[in-house]
C-alpha cells in the first residue's frame, strides 16, 4: 500500500468528502515536482488537508511533528506551500503541497 492509498479513504466533516472528492493527488510531497495536489474549495480547507496529509504519517500535530515554517512559492504560475516540520526526533522534513486550486479563495 503506498502513502497516497492511505488517503483514498473519504475525509469525513469536509465539503470535499460530502461531494466524494479526494483531496490528495499528485505525488508525495517530496519536492515541488512531486507535490501533494490539495484539491479544496477554500483555503481553510486547503490547510486543514496540507495538516492532514503530515498527521497520516506522522501523527498529532503538536504532539508527533511541529510546523516549524510555512513558505508561499510560485513556480511556472502554480502556487505551493512548502512546509517544513520537525518530528519526534528531532527530524527536519519539508513537505510541499500544490495549492493551486484553492490558492485565494476564503470561502
Not at 492511505?6 to 510531497?29: C, E, L, T, W
Not at 519536492?31 to 496540507?50: C, D, F, H, K, R
Not at 508561499?72 to 527536519?92: C, F, K, Q, T, W
Amino acid at each position: 500500500m503506498g502513502i497516497l492509498d492511505i488517503f483514498k479513504k473519504k475525509v469525513s466533516s469536509s465539503s470535499n468528502a460530502q461531494n466524494n472528492i479526494n483531496p490528495f493527488g499528485g505525488g508525495d510531497g517530496s519536492s515541488i515536482e512531486n507535490a501533494v495536489i490539495i484539491n479544496a474549495q477554500s483555503t481553510l480547507n486547503g490547510i486543514m488537508y496540507e495538516h492532514l496529509y503530515i498527521s497520516k504519517i506522522h501523527g498529532e500535530k503538536d504532539t508527533k511533528w511541529k510546523l516549524i515554517q510555512q513558505q508561499l512559492l510560485e513556480v511556472g504560475g502554480r502556487h505551493y506551500d512548502a512546509m517544513r516540520i520537525s518530528i519526534i526526533n528531532n527530524e527536519i522534513i519539508v513537505y510541499y503541497f500544490d495549492i493551486s486550486n484553492f490558492y485565494g479563495k476564503m470561502i
